[in-house]
């Protein structure tokens, strides 16, 4: 962090500041995110992360596809393997691709094409069934869980040092020494060429279901 002005940023901004705001912004927009997956309500679900996935989705559901299809994709976009409220996860099948990755990480040095293969196999449910006969067979066997008093305290603790450090306010001439020129919504600052590229593919799907476009 520093407070000392440099030519790269204007002086009376406060880029630290800035910063601040874009985490939070982040951050809230994941937390909402995350927990309209999780209840798998159709209406607050949006893709973020690709252009091009958000555009075919915001375009289909408002005009680009039969009312069936659109009611079937806005709320058919969420699985439940575990079978309870609020457990619902994304169906693009993320997930199993990172509990994989995370399983064959376990495998350290011994990683072969067997192991690889069995792995591949044992993702979702079937490693469920596995981890519940495994807990079950060996007594006394120790498991850390990440309660939600644990998480209170970590969120705390940042709270804290967030405002210790001041970061929460606006103090004209500061900026962090590794991203100086930070804007809480540089996101945005491009619309000419976001609308562009609405356009484009605005275009590229009229050709597709055969309508005329303006």
């Known amino acids: 962090m520093s407070t000392k002005s440099t ?10 500041f800035e910063y601040s705001k874009a985490l939070l912004w982040r951050g809230l927009g994941e937390m909402a995110r995350h927990d309209a997956i999780r209840e798998g309500d159709g209406d607050r679900i949006h893709h973020l992360k690709y252009f091009v996935c958000g555009y075919n989705l915001l375009s289909a559901l408002n005009g680009g596809m039969s009312s069936r299809l659109a009611c079937q994709l806005r709320w058919n976009r969420t699985v439940n393997t575990a079978g309870k409220v609020g457990h619902n996860l994304e169906m693009d099948m993320e997930f199993f691709n990172r509990e994989y990755k995370e399983a064959v990480k376990t495998a350290c040095g011994n990683l072969t094409d067997d192991t690889i293969a069995r792995h591949s196999q044992t993702v979702g449910i079937k490693k469920k069934t596995l981890q519940y006969v495994f807990d079950h067979t060996i007594p006394n066997r120790g498991e850390f869980k990440r309660t939600k008093g644990v998480v209170r305290r970590n969120t705390e603790d940042l709270v804290k040092i967030l405002l210790d450090k001041k970061c929460c306010e606006f103090i004209s001439g500061r900026c962090h020494s590794a991203f100086p020129n930070i804007n809480s919504f540089s996101t945005f600052n491009q619309m000419g060429e976001f609308k562009e590229r609405i356009q484009k593919h605005l275009k590229k799907m009229s050709k597709t279901l055969e309508i005329t476009v303006d």
């Open 7 to 16: 030519n790269d940023y204007k002086s009376n901004q406060d880029h630290i």
